[in-house]
């Protein structure tokens, strides 16, 4: 099956500066690459995703990329604030025995210090 | 708020109990999951249902037992549970099940934190 591996684990950034996320996934037939955000107490929310067809999405601070050769896509969030500290959970969209489904990296957790 | 609630929002069992988690969704979605989130764990798979019918079950032990009466409701059903699992519980729902038609999009409750003493 599908295998995501997530780094870092833990990262923290000054306010202001860049943080970036990466993932690589094994399964070359994935096809679609979220993002979630779980803030403290809360259930993860989607932030940001990209599809196969495209190499690069951006709303805002945040983009994707995707490089499908070498099977690894990342998250980059410009000018961070104090609000984005939170765990950042990649995703890949493979096949399962019944369907699609989600397979998730274990998760970074960002600081940002003012 | 999501559309996704979970209640309760903390539960502390001991290994003999029966107890029960319940979801509910207020978004016409299809599908709804359960996820068990432990720490420095990817999140796991346990169960998906798509038009109250259940579609996936990942191995999950028998102890834990899911219930889908309508497409808003979701129940996990706890009997006989171990220390290990200990963790946090996350209702989903998404518009489908992916089977071509869906985004992948999960929308999660604020999850249920689970006990077992």
């Known amino acids: 099956g599908e295998n995501v591996e997530q780094h870092p684990s833990t990262l923290s950034v000054q306010e202001g500066d860049s943080a970036v996320i990466k993932c690589t996934y094994s399964?070359?037939?994935?096809?679609?690459f979220p993002w979630y955000k779980q803030e403290l107490g809360k259930g993860p929310q989607l932030i940001i995703d990209i599809r196969s067809n495209v190499g690069e999405k951006k709303d805002q601070r945040i983009a994707v990329t995707l490089n499908k050769t070498a099977k690894h896509f990342s998250l980059h969030i410009t000018e961070t604030q104090p609000e984005d500290s939170a765990v950042y959970f990649c995703?890949?969209?493979?096949?399962?025995?019944?369907?699609?489904?989600?397979?998730f990296g274990k998760g970074t957790s960002l600081l940002v210090t003012p | 708020e999501t559309g996704v609630t979970q209640t309760p929002r903390h539960l502390v069992m001991g290994m003999t109990n029966k107890k029960s988690l319940k979801c509910e969704q207020h978004l016409g979605h299809n599908a709804m999951y359960w996820y068990k989130q432990s720490a420095k764990k990817p999140l796991e798979l346990m169960f998906v249902?798509?038009?109250?019918?259940?579609?996936e079950n990942n191995s999950v032990p028998s102890r834990f037992s899911p219930e889908c009466p309508n497409s808003s409701h979701l129940f996990l059903h706890l009997h006989t549970l171990q220390p290990e699992d200990s963790a946090l519980y996350l209702c989903?729902?998404?518009?489908?099940?992916?089977?071509?038609?869906?985004?992948?999009?999960?929308?999660f409750g604020e999850g249920s934190r689970l006990t077992v003493l």
């Open positions: 249902y798509s038009l109250e019918e259940r579609v």
């Open positions: 399964d070359s037939a994935s096809n679609y």
């Open positions: 989903a729902s998404s518009p489908f099940w992916t089977s071509g038609a869906n985004t992948g999009e999960l929308f």
């Open positions: 995703a890949a969209l493979s096949n399962s025995n019944s369907g699609y489904a989600l397979n």
